[in-house]
């Protein structure tokens, strides 16, 4: 009798200790909260924010200590190798229309081995948009969770269905070293909405749809409109240390979560009711938002340069020497991986296809170098585990300089180089918004005594 999909094993968890390795190692900073909504020894359905392909599911695995079933798009499962794979990680295909309607049939036996991992009393995660999404907003919510989760409701007359809403939010999604926080909402139970499900299946469904869609929302950075969305989304940088002082809260990656999600609420309410602030605030922010880079980058260049700048050269050079020998080591997986990302294109894949690889191929090349020292100089085996030791060493430390040797890169020519003159122009914009008193200033703290809503603890 085959094993249900949703069954521990050694090689599942040694594989899931692997890959939490790999995935701690590319972010900066990972905060989990409300770990306490999630329910013990009841069916859950996680129900994340989808941005950033399978770093979305391993956000959710990594802190699980029970297996969790993923359901993904079914054209990652072509590869008959590639799906025993997946398989063996929990994953299981879902059918779409564009993947032929011929296929969308093979979605019952789905449903039905999904649903037996919630009658099991077991943890399964669907990504409720559907597809994943590069904006900082949530898409209209598909069905095919809540197709799962009534008929299941339906079996289990003892326990209820609890959809466990999450938001994942990334500070970036391209290269590591990125900060990421995932919260954990309170929970909805399917059985606050089976009678009207009974009345009318389709009514049933939206109203859940809608629930969810709200509380994962209060979660997440959630950006609705097209016409501001860019100056929105770059705003609420500028004003976050702004937001944090006005709170007395500290700079954790919860908080400064935190407040980009209120400044946005503040700015979209200004957008529908007083367009003339915004607009003020817009303009007032242009030299900031005009400045090339990602808004982090920015944010710690203006904040802290006068903490770092007469060291920044020491630091550069002493961190590119102690990262030498590492990058020389991980460059021809880093070509292929960048290779890969200008193939597909995709930002939000290209922080997948760093874990993935980085995480399974770099030990294999590390254990090639090692292998060939070994046998070129003709030591013996425990010389080959060292060399092995200390190429993964070098390799990890390496990953972990990278993105603060990339961060310093890009901090020198404003702080020593040609765009410094144009660095003074945008410390004074920047001093408008979080330090001298005047309009922009008044404006900006007037955000916060207009919100009423509390920072997530």
């Not at 949703?6 to 390795?21: H, M, N, P, Q, V």
């Not at 989990?32 to 399978?54: D, T």
Request: glycine share 6%; hydrophobic share 40%.
């Amino acid at each position: 009798m085959s094993r249900h999909i949703d069954s521990e094993s050694l090689t599942y968890r040694l594989l899931r200790f692997w890959i939490r390795s790999g995935f701690s190692l590319f972010f900066r900073r990972i905060e989990y909260r409300g770990q306490e909504n999630i329910p013990v020894g009841e069916p859950v359905i996680f129900a994340p924010n989808h941005q950033a392909a399978m770093v979305d599911a391993l956000a959710v695995l990594c802190r699980q200590r029970h297996p969790v079933v993923f359901m993904a798009r079914a054209n990652m499962f072509k590869n008959p190798t590639v799906a025993r794979l997946l398989r063996i990680i929990k994953m299981m295909p879902i059918y779409r229309i564009r993947d032929g309607y011929g296929n969308l049939g093979k979605n019952e036996r789905q449903m039905e081995e999904a649903g037996g991992v919630l009658l099991r009393r077991h943890l399964l995660c669907l990504m409720p948009e559907g597809t994943q999404w590069g904006l900082r907003r949530l898409r209209p919510l598909v069905k095919g969770m809540f197709r799962i989760a009534f008929p299941v409701q339906e079996r289990l007359s003892d326990t209820a269905v609890k959809i466990v809403p999450v938001g994942i939010d990334y500070t970036e999604y391209e290269h590591p070293g990125a900060d990421i926080v995932v919260t954990y909402g309170q929970p909805l139970q399917v059985t606050d909405y089976l009678s009207q499900w009974r009345d009318d299946p389709q009514k049933g469904m939206q109203a859940l749809r809608e629930d969810l869609g709200q509380a994962i929302i209060r979660l997440i950075q959630h950006i609705p409109g097209d016409t501001h969305y860019d100056e929105i989304y770059q705003l609420s940088y500028l004003l976050q240390p702004l937001w944090l002082q006005a709170k007395s809260l500290p700079d954790t990656p919860g908080c400064c979560v935190d407040a980009r999600r209120e400044i946005t609420l503040a700015l979209n309410r200004l957008e529908t009711e007083e367009p003339e602030k915004l607009q003020a605030l817009i303009e007032a922010s242009a030299p900031w938002r005009e400045m090339p880079g990602l808004p982090q980058d920015k944010l710690e260049l203006v904040t802290c340069r006068h903490r770092c700048s007469w060291l920044l050269p020491l630091w550069q050079i002493l961190l590119a020497v102690v990262a030498l020998p590492g990058h020389l080591l991980n460059w021809p997986l880093r070509a292929l991986v960048c290779r890969l990302c200008r193939l597909d294109g995709d930002p939000q894949m290209f922080s997948t296809y760093r874990i993935a690889l980085g995480t399974f191929g770099l030990p294999f090349c590390y254990l090639f170098y090692a292998l060939a020292a070994t046998l070129a100089a003709g030591l013996s085996w425990p010389w080959f585990l060292l060399l092995t030791l200390l190429c993964l060493l070098s390799g990890m430390l390496t990953e972990k300089i990278r993105p603060y040797l990339r961060k310093l890169l890009y901090w020198s020519p404003w702080l020593y180089g040609r765009q410094r003159k144009d660095l003074a122009r945008i410390l004074t914009c920047v001093g408008q918004f979080l330090y001298s008193p005047g309009t922009i200033n008044d404006m900006a703290r007037g955000l916060f005594d207009q919100q009423g809503h509390k920072a997530l603890r």
